[in-house]
């Protein structure tokens, strides 16, 4: 069984590398051991947005009269909402295995391991008793959650994000371990049904590398709702439902009938045979130049096993990069403006640099800030919603950075990572002309 390219693992790396290389003429076998869609479809990105989007109807059905709609006592069915879930993701899967199967790739269910690369350049793969030589290895093995060692944790039973999407009763309390992404989604789908939700962060504000002021923003928020945020507070240990957190010296318990830990992804790199090719590391992760190839030829990785930028999106244009160059294009991978979305409701989204790299970088900048209210679509949709586009750039008006709060900001970050990969400056943005009324258009206000 000879292939031309080798690919391990079916995230969204490793479904697009496959399909795009069969699409180019070659040969491809792809190895997934669980499913198609990899935490992306089946525990992450796509089962967190459907159960939130579940969420913010709710919460608009609560606040209808706001619009002159009357609702009397709505209520919410958490088992249905999961089976909802389950449905979208058994529909994308099925999805993305018959476009593969379309194009003719192999995909076999089965755990992957690299066995070695022969004199000749052939990497060895064995899936059960099964031997596969391929010419190419595109690796794409994706994260997994970080269990950091709390004293407690081990005997204690808790949530991962994987767990909570599987919950099929609501908690009256949830102690969130981290304030990140992940954290922060959960706390919205949680706090839209009533739970009392707490959320413990190590930094000294939520959504990490995420623009500060924001970031604040969205934090005051969610305290209006009732969300309680503890930052600068380290887990010092978790047994059953108490959470003990310190800060300065000063230490207490918190108390929820659930504790869910999210505290970020790593990536795999054990357990299919990294070892006998041995590339190069970077962080806790696999060296990739700008092409995607590690320092072993014909090695290729693609997505979270990187180290460097952990989305499905990012995943999406390094594959594609990587296949582009096993076919003899040569087009380089650039990081310039992956945007980022936190889909809290309201959504949060940047791309580029924030204010503080740029300060950071020593970049001259300069400020262009505007509410939301500014656009007439916004008032009408987001009764006494509150926003914020912000938009930076170089002293010559060269966009390089947008971070926006507001609904639907998740959508419009696309146009301002577009202005920033192509380097446009203000008055070529401003020169388009955006449909009215638009929430977009706050991306021409802003500039104006």
């Known amino acids: ?26 040969s491809t076998v792809l190895f997934e051991k669980n499913a198609l869609g990899g935490v992306c479809l089946n525990e992450g990105c796509v089962p967190t947005k459907t159960l939130l989007y579940s969420a913010k109807t709710y919460d608009t059905i609560k606040h209808a009269s706001k619009y002159a709609v009357k609702a009397e006592s709505p209520t919410f069915d958490l088992p249905r909402m999961i089976a909802r879930k389950n ?14 199967t379309e194009k003719g790739v192999t995909i076999v269910a089965g755990e992957a391991f690299i066995q070695s690369r ?5 990497i060895l793969v064995t899936a059960g008793e099964d031997v596969y030589e391929a010419t190419h290895l595109l690796i794409c093995t994706g994260s997994e959650t970080v269990i950091p060692p709390i004293p407690g944790l081990a005997e204690t039973t808790y949530w991962t994000s994987r767990e909570a999407l599987l919950a099929k009763e ?46 604040g923003m969205l934090q005051a928020e969610y305290e209006k709702r009732g969300v309680k945020f503890y930052l600068g507070h380290k887990v010092t240990g978790v047994h059953g439902t108490e959470v003990s957190v310190e800060k300065e010296g000063e230490s207490f318990i918190l108390r929820g009938e659930k504790v869910l830990l999210s505290v970020g992804r790593r990536p795999v790199t054990k357990g299919f045979g990294l070892e006998n090719l041995a590339p190069e590391p970077f962080r806790n992760g696999i060296k990739v130049d700008e092409y995607m190839r590690t320092s072993i ?14 989305l499905a999106h990012t995943a999406v244009s390094e594959a594609e990069v990587a296949i582009d160059h096993i076919l003899g294009k040569n087009r380089p991978m650039s990081y310039k403006a992956i945007p980022g979305v936190v889909y809290t409701n309201p959504e ?9 790299e740029a300060q950071a970088e020593g970049i001259p900048y ?16 987001n009764e006494m919603g509150n926003g914020v586009c912000k938009l930076i750039l170089r002293e010559d008006g060269t966009l390089i950075g947008a971070h926006l709060l507001g609904n639907p900001a998740s959508e419009l970050i696309v146009i301002a990572g577009i202005a920033i990969e192509k380097e446009m400056k203000a008055e070529e943005l401003r020169s388009f002309v955006f449909p009215h009324p638009t929430v977009g258009e ?7």
């Open 1 to 26: 069984m000879r292939y031309d390219v080798a690919i391990i693992g079916g995230g969204p790396a490793g479904y697009t590398a496959a399909e795009r290389a069969a699409q180019g003429g070659l």
């Open 87 to 100: 449905k979208v993701v058994k529909k994308l899967t099925a999805g993305i295995r018959m476009r593969l």
């Open 118 to 122: 022969t004199a000749d350049g052939t």
């Open 170 to 215: 609501v908690p009256s309390s949830l102690v969130i371990i981290g304030g990140g992404v992940i954290g922060m989604e959960f706390a919205s789908f949680f706090n839209s049904l009533g739970v009392e939700v707490h959320v413990v962060e190590m930094l000294d504000k939520i959504l990490g590398s995420m623009d500060r002021e924001l970031s």
């Open 297 to 310: 030829p014909n090695v290729y990785a693609c997505g979270d096993i990187t180290a460097f930028s952990l």
């Open 348 to 356: 949060i989204a940047g791309v580029g640099k924030t204010e503080e």
């Open 366 to 381: 300069i400020i262009r800030k505007i509410p939301m209210s500014y656009s007439g679509r916004f008032v009408a949709e």
């Open 442 to 448: 706050i991306l021409k206000e802003a500039l104006c």
